[in-house]
């Protein structure tokens, strides 16, 4: 068996596996189960100048390497490219791109300081696993150093159509810097789609310019590897003594009888505002819903350090006082708005407890939410998942009520089935999706990733058959 490098921009701690969430879990496994190397930035950073040395440790059969970036580095390179471009243009928010070259550079710096550091730990045979869009260029910043061996990448984001990608500044040397690896992997068939079209018009545009000769020849696989959750680990969670008294006492306090639950990193591209409004509409147009339903946001603090991040919490902040104030009584709050991160049991409990999953971005790679949401409810009694069709989840989950985000009558409409769906319809919609879910899942995976990386020699659009 090949040694596995996974290279990620934030390392989870090996100590602290029962706090990771469960894609950190996931890697961790099979970097136990194959012996491994994880790479990436320490979350800290050092002074202009001073040096960032790379630190190694061992944990059983992990090797952790990790390294510090400078102020500069972090404030261009993952503040500045990954966070308030790439992020932005590839979500399709074009308006909240802010756009410097001083970013650019920031980020091929990094991607180039991130490449000499790992190049000293690369052992011949190693396989090496390149996570999301902090780190496209970084295959190619190996070449260069001379590494042969075989490495894969993938886009935990959506990949974007031809016109939007366009608007990424140094478009043509990302996806250059993408046709470096031997496996790129998406999350759906759509961002499988979206990259080919995107590469087709950069070479039309090159060969049209008479510049052909130049573009590089693509000989690695392009496919999509929908992420997964551990199923089994979340539903256990969900069915504990605890989760069933925590359920209870929620029941009992509360005056509301439907719970409806939302949970998502305070970004703008979850619908939160939208979200809201959608609520309100169901107040409204289904009035007998006033005094009985409830919903509940959690919404940890992200990336509070750029601005469109500060203004969607003032958003969200004043919207839910102000229905509030509005609809609420004496004995009941419509929206309880929470802003911090919660124990992964506590949101499995809630997620059980609740006739209602709302999970509705405006764009989402995936969203593992939808996929823990169908893995903690009761099957003798299950809510029910409503969807944005912009969540890549959409793809698979077809048996979610589908919902567009941006329509807060239609998702007022879908709430509204859900509370009133009969229990034979949720069960039957619920055994389907809890299926779809299993059968896809965090294992799944990776498994089918890495045994195409190992695999290897297909052609672009190739879709591997990897059953494990
Ligand atoms: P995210 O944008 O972070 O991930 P998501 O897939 O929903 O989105 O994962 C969030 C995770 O954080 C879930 O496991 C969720 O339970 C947890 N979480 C959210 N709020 C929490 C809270 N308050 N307390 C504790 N935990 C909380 C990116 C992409 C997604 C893609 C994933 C994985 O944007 O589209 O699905 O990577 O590839």
């Given at each position: 068996?090949?040694?596995?490098?996974?290279?990620?921009?934030?390392?989870?701690?090996?100590?602290?596996?029962?706090?990771?969430?469960?894609?950190?879990?996931?890697?961790?496994?099979?970097?136990?189960?194959?012996?491994?190397?994880?790479?990436?930035?320490?979350?800290?950073?050092?002074?202009?100048?001073?040096?960032?040395?790379?630190?190694?440790?061992?944990?059983?059969?992990?090797?952790?390497?990790?390294?510090?970036?400078?102020?500069?580095?972090?404030?261009?390179?993952?503040?500045?490219?990954?966070?308030?471009?790439?992020?932005?243009?590839?979500?399709?928010?074009?308006?909240?791109?802010?756009?410097?070259?001083?970013?650019?550079?920031?980020?091929?710096?990094?991607?180039?300081?991130?490449?000499?550091?790992?190049s000293t730990l690369i052992r011949p045979g190693d396989l090496i696993w390149i996570h999301d869009y902090h780190l496209i260029p970084l295959a190619a910043e190996l070449r260069e150093l001379g590494c042969r061996n075989r490495i894969g990448f993938f886009l935990h984001i959506p990949f974007p159509g031809p016109e939007v990608y366009v608007a990424?500044?140094?478009?043509?040397?990302?996806?250059?810097?993408?046709?470096?690896?031997?496996?790129?992997?998406?999350?759906?068939?759509?961002?499988?789609?979206?990259?080919?079209?995107?590469?087709?018009?950069?070479?039309?545009?090159?060969?049209?310019?008479?510049?052909?000769?130049?573009?590089?020849?693509?000989?690695?696989?392009?496919?999509?590897?929908?992420?997964?959750?551990?199923?089994?680990?979340?539903?256990?969670?969900?069915?504990?003594?605890?989760?069933?008294?925590?359920?209870?006492?929620?029941?009992?306090?509360?005056?509301?009888?439907?719970?409806?639950?939302?949970?998502?990193?305070?970004?703008?591209?979850?619908?939160?505002?939208?979200?809201?409004?959608?609520?309100?509409?169901?107040?409204?147009?289904?009035?007998?819903?006033?005094?009985?339903?409830?919903?509940?946001?959690?919404?940890?603090?992200?990336?509070?350090?750029?601005?469109?991040?500060?203004?969607?919490?003032?958003?969200?902040?004043?919207?839910?006082?102000?229905?509030?104030?509005?609809?609420?009584?004496?004995?009941?709050?419509?929206?309880?708005?929470?802003?911090?991160?919660?124990?992964?049991?506590?949101?499995?409990?809630?997620?059980?407890?609740?006739?209602?999953?709302?999970?509705?971005?405006?764009?989402?790679?995936?969203?593992?939410?939808?996929?823990?949401?169908?893995?903690?409810?009761?099957?003798?009694?299950?809510?029910?998942?409503?969807?944005?069709?912009?969540?890549?989840?959409?793809?698979?989950?077809?048996?979610?009520?589908?919902?567009?985000?941006?329509?807060?009558?239609?998702?007022?409409?879908?709430?509204?089935?859900?509370?009133?769906?009969?229990?034979?319809?949720?069960?039957?919609?619920?055994?389907?999706?809890?299926?779809?879910?299993?059968?896809?899942?965090?294992?799944?995976?990776?498994?089918?990733?890495?045994?195409?990386?190992?695999?290897?020699?297909?052609?672009?659009?190739?879709?591997?058959?990897?059953?494990?």
């Open positions: 068996l090949s040694r596995l490098i996974v290279v990620s921009n934030r390392v989870a701690d090996p100590s602290q596996t029962a706090r990771a969430g469960g894609l950190a879990v996931g890697i961790l496994d099979i970097l136990r189960e194959c012996g491994g190397l994880w790479f990436g930035w320490d979350g800290t950073t050092v002074a202009e100048g001073e040096a960032a040395e790379i630190s190694v440790t061992e944990h059983d059969n992990i090797t952790i390497a990790t390294m510090p970036l400078s102020d500069k580095d972090y404030q261009d390179y993952y503040h500045g490219f990954s966070n308030s471009v790439l992020w932005p243009v590839f979500h399709n928010r074009l308006d909240l791109a802010t756009i410097n070259s001083e970013a650019v550079d920031g980020y091929r710096r990094v991607n180039e300081g991130f490449a000499r550091a790992l990424a500044p140094e478009h043509a040397w990302l996806m250059r810097c993408l046709l470096a690896y031997d496996l790129v992997g998406f999350q759906t068939q759509a961002d499988v789609s979206n990259f080919e079209r995107s590469l087709q018009e950069l070479e039309a545009k090159a060969r049209h310019e008479g510049r052909y000769g130049a573009w590089p020849e693509f000989s690695g696989t392009v496919a999509a590897f929908p992420i997964g959750i551990d199923v089994e680990a979340f539903a256990a969670m969900a069915r504990t003594e605890e989760a069933q008294a925590r359920i209870q006492r929620l029941n009992r306090h509360a005056s509301a009888r439907i719970h409806i639950i939302g949970v998502d990193r305070l970004d703008y591209t979850k619908g939160l505002p939208e979200r809201l409004r959608s609520f309100r509409r169901l107040l409204e147009l289904y009035p007998e819903n006033q005094k009985v339903a409830t919903l509940m946001q959690i919404a940890p603090p992200t990336r509070e350090d750029v601005d469109a991040y500060a203004d969607i919490r003032h958003e969200l902040e004043g919207m839910s006082g102000a229905i509030n104030g509005e609809f609420g009584d004496f004995d009941w709050t419509p929206v309880r708005y929470i802003h911090r991160v919660v124990p992964r049991e506590t949101l499995a409990a809630l997620f059980r407890g609740s006739h209602v999953g709302l999970v509705t971005p405006l764009r989402d790679g995936m969203n593992l939410v939808a996929k823990e949401y169908v893995a903690a409810q009761d099957e003798a009694n299950p809510g029910v998942l409503v969807l944005s069709r912009f969540a890549g989840a959409a793809e698979d989950l077809v048996e979610a009520l589908i919902v567009n985000p941006y329509d807060p009558d239609e998702v007022a409409h879908a709430m509204q089935q859900a509370i009133k769906m009969p229990l034979a319809e949720r069960r039957e919609r619920h055994a389907a999706l809890l299926e779809r879910v299993h059968k896809r899942d965090v294992r799944h995976w990776r498994e089918s990733f890495l045994a195409a990386l190992a695999a290897g020699n297909a052609t672009l659009g190739f879709i591997p058959e990897v059953r494990v």
